[in-house]
Nanobody, 113 residues
Framework: QVQLVESGGGSVQAGGSLRLSCAASGIIFRGNAVGWYRQAPGKQRELVATISSGYRINYADSVKGRFTISRDNAKNTVYLQMNSLKPEDTAVYYC???????WGLGTQVTVSS
C-alpha cells in the first residue's frame, strides 16, 4: 500500500520560512517523479513544484526564486523549502508521486501579513 505523509506545515508571518517534508512508503521512490501542489480556499489545486527521477525541476512562476524542491531517495522523502512566504501562499499543500498517481492528505500552511 502506497502512503505519502506530509509534515512541516504551520503558521508563519509574511517573510518567514517553512520546510515541508513528504515521506513515501510502499513504492519504489527513486524511479518516480514527485512534487508538491497546493489548494487555497475556493480555488483549484495548482502545481507548486515537481522533481523528476532524473532531478529535472519545474516551478510555478509564483514561487520561483522563493521555493526549492529537493529529494532524498535514500530516505524516500521529498522536501519543499519555502522562503519569503507571502499571505497568498496560504493553502493546503499536497505531496504527489508518480505524476499524480498518488497523493498525500495534505498539510496546512498559513501565512499572516
Amino acid at each position: 500500500q502506497v502512503q505519502l505523509v506530509e509534515s512541516g506545515g504551520g503558521s508563519v508571518q509574511a517573510g518567514g520560512s517553512l520546510r515541508l517534508s513528504c515521506a513515501a512508503s510502499g513504492i519504489i521512490f527513486r524511479g518516480n517523479a514527485v512534487g508538491w501542489y497546493r489548494q487555497a480556499p475556493g480555488k483549484q489545486r495548482e502545481l507548486v513544484a515537481t522533481i523528476s527521477s532524473g532531478y529535472r525541476i519545474n516551478y510555478a512562476d509564483s514561487v520561483k526564486g522563493r521555493f526549492t524542491i529537493s529529494r532524498d531517495n535514500a530516505k524516500n522523502t521529498v522536501y519543499l523549502q519555502m522562503n519569503s512566504l507571502k499571505p497568498e501562499d496560504t493553502a493546503v499543500y499536497y505531496c504527489t508521486l508518480g505524476a499524480g498517481s498518488y497523493w498525500g492528505l495534505g498539510t496546512q500552511v498559513t501565512v499572516s501579513s
